[in-house]
């Protein structure tokens, strides 16, 4: 096994690659009473897959002991081999935590024996989970699986600029619309879990128009990719709190985003607009569509 120490690692972990002999060599006696509290064993299968591929960079983190600069992402997708590089006992002295606070938050991980512990970005997918360590990494993870929706939930979920900009790209790249609208969900889904949108929940989704500006050519390699692994692309996009780097990484029937700490700031100054921020970007053409092209998006706008 080698890993890339340069990039911050993405570990996927297929829920149907774990044995029963896997889980009760990686969870200690108290996470597997919480997957046991599960009852949907889909979604107990994806928190154990979780948690063990976030016991994993974590374990790679601490054997290293260095941290990723260069702001570059790797996924891997674990196997056993992969698993073994680590014992029962060092897999079961990691503990997974998730915040408890009544408004919730990210998991954190750290040894069970220590009290300094260090965030971990974890979601799941059809069966698959993915985890990354830390925010000088990853800010935060989505996985999405697309799948086809009514009219109507694409009229009332996204703009009309957000519209006009799936229709370029799939025109233009041959790029499945149903993938691009879950990208664009994908990307609202990560901007919530980071700071910045704490107040916000999945009931103000339409109001986080996401502009991409670059990179739209580049979603074909991640499109057209036979497995969910490898290296991410990176797109340069926008909502009305400001600017960030979105990484893509998946397949035509995953989409895994990510927002990583070298390209994302938290404490970026950016002031609403003078509506309330729940509302923003509701509505038919409260933005003018203009000419998009694939890629870029005219920076202008206004409100209705």
Not at 83 to 100: G, K, W
């Amino acid at each position: 096994m080698v890993i890339d120490q340069s990039c911050a690692l993405v570990a996927g972990l297929d829920s149907a690659r774990i044995t029963e002999e896997i889980q009760t060599s990686c969870l200690r006696p108290t996470e597997m009473q919480e997957a046991a509290a599960i009852a949907n064993r889909r979604r107990r299968d994806e928190w154990v897959a979780g948690r063990i591929a976030a016991k994993y960079t974590f374990l790679c983190g601490e054997q290293s002991h260095e941290s990723n600069r260069s702001g570059a992402l790797y996924l891997r997708m674990l196997d056993s081999a992969d698993l073994a590089a680590f014992s029962s006992v060092e897999y079961r002295s990691v503990a997974v935590v998730r915040d408890r606070a009544p408004g919730g938050g990210p998991a954190h991980v750290g040894w069970s024996s220590g009290s300094d512990t260090m965030q971990v970005a974890i979601s799941h997918s059809a069966g698959i989970s993915c985890a990354s360590v830390g925010t000088a990494g990853v800010w935060s993870l989505d996985l999405e699986t697309p799948a086809p929706r009514v009219p109507e939930f694409y009229i009332h979920t996204f703009t009309n600029r957000e519209r006009d900009w799936v229709g370029a790209c799939a025109t233009a790249y041959g790029l499945d619309p149903e993938w691009l609208y879950t990208l664009l969900w994908s990307a609202r889904e990560c901007l919530l879990k980071t700071p910045n949108f704490t107040a916000l929940s999945l009931w103000d989704m339409p109001s986080l128009e996401i502009e991409i500006l670059e990179g739209a050519e580049r979603l074909v390699r991640v499109h057209d990719s036979k497995n969910l692994s490898g290296s991410f692309e990176f797109l340069e996009a926008s909502t009305f709190y400001g600017p960030f780097r979105l990484a893509v990484a998946g397949a035509p029937n995953l989409i895994l985003t990510a927002i990583t700490g070298h390209d994302y700031d938290p404490n970026y100054e950016h002031s609403y607009p003078s509506q309330d921020r729940r509302s923003y970007g509701r509505g038919p053409g409260h933005l003018r569509a203009g000419n998009p092209l694939p890629g870029r998006y005219s920076r202008t706008a206004r409100q209705s």
